[in-house]
């Protein structure tokens, strides 16, 4: 039994998709969440600058004692993970492998498409963990660059044309491969779920990576008797490098609740 909280942490809004799924599994666990909003997005930039940005996220949850950190962020998860986890003591969680899996388990015709940000694409690790989980698998993969601006601005709505417009030019060639699965490689994604499940169809299982990430972490924890032992419902807090007007007005919505009074902003640099 461990009641110490359980850290996560984003570029930004994105982890909450990790998020809402760890709360509502875990309703008992106290989490901290940390989104990286003045500095988002983190997928089009370099190695060495994710890897920084990462070290200093993990600083800070860090503080808090956590007895986990869920790296609730496909970029830094392919890019930066097995730098962190040499850094940090605190079990350290990635998406990559939860997400890996489940698409392993979904496919049938084995064709999964891959969609992510540039760094994520770049980095090979959703394809190399699929590989050895199931050899063969054809993967299409696809940058999407634009997708975590559009979220971030809440543009994410089914109707929104440009959001509509942007999705459609990117997974067209992906829908044209026949893929029967899609992963959501970046945990913005799962906030377009709607209107990507619309353009994909019906014959697609999309794999929200956050959501796998969470349940993942959960077992693991069970696994390894670090379950909180309380009764009361966990607390939750979030912290922000930016603004915490906008994070929260759309961090409320996504979440279903209003969280305007648990949002902090905090100065990340000096970590
Ligand atoms: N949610 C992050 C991810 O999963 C977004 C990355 C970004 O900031 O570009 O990749």
């Not at 370099?46 to 993990?58: F, G, K, L, N, P």
């Not at 949850?61 to 003591?89: H, M, N, Y």
């Not at 279903?256 to 990340?268: M, P, R, S, T, W």
């Amino acid at each position: 039994m461990d009641n110490r909280p359980i850290g996560v942490f984003d570029s930004g809004l994105g982890g909450l998709t990790a998020m809402r799924e760890l709360a509502r599994i875990m309703p008992e666990e106290d989490l901290v969440y940390f989104g990286d909003t003045g500095r988002v997005p983190y997928g089009g930039r370099s190695r060495e600058t994710i890897i920084r940005y990462a070290r200093q996220d993990v600083a800070f949850l860090s503080g808090f004692q956590p007895k986990a950190i869920v790296v609730a962020c496909g970029t830094v998860s392919t890019t930066a993970l097995d730098v962190l986890r040499a850094e940090w003591a605190a079990p350290m969680f990635g998406v990559v492998e939860p997400a890996a899996r489940a698409a392993a388990q979904c496919t049938a015709n084995g064709k999964v498409g891959l969609i992510g940000t540039r760094a994520t694409i770049r980095s090979g690790a959703y394809e190399r963990a699929l590989a050895a989980l199931r050899p063969g698998t054809e993967v299409i993969a696809r940058a999407c660059p634009l997708l975590v601006p559009l979220v971030e601005n809440g543009r994410y709505q089914p109707g929104d044309v440009v959001a509509e417009t942007v999705v459609a030019e990117y997974l067209a060639p992906v829908r044209e491969q026949g893929v029967d699965t899609l992963m959501l490689g970046c945990t913005h994604y799962p906030l377009l779920k709607p209107l990507i499940a619309r353009y994909m169809g019906p014959q697609v299982t999309l794999v929200d990576v956050g959501e796998q990430c969470a349940r993942w972490v959960a077992g693991q924890l069970s696994a390894q008797g670090l379950r909180a032992g309380r009764t009361r419902p966990g607390r939750h807090r979030y912290f922000v490098s930016d603004d915490t007007g906008d994070f929260a007005a759309l961090a409320s919505a996504f979440l279903g609740e209003d969280v305007g009074a648990d949002v902090e902003e905090i100065d990340i640099t000096i970590y």
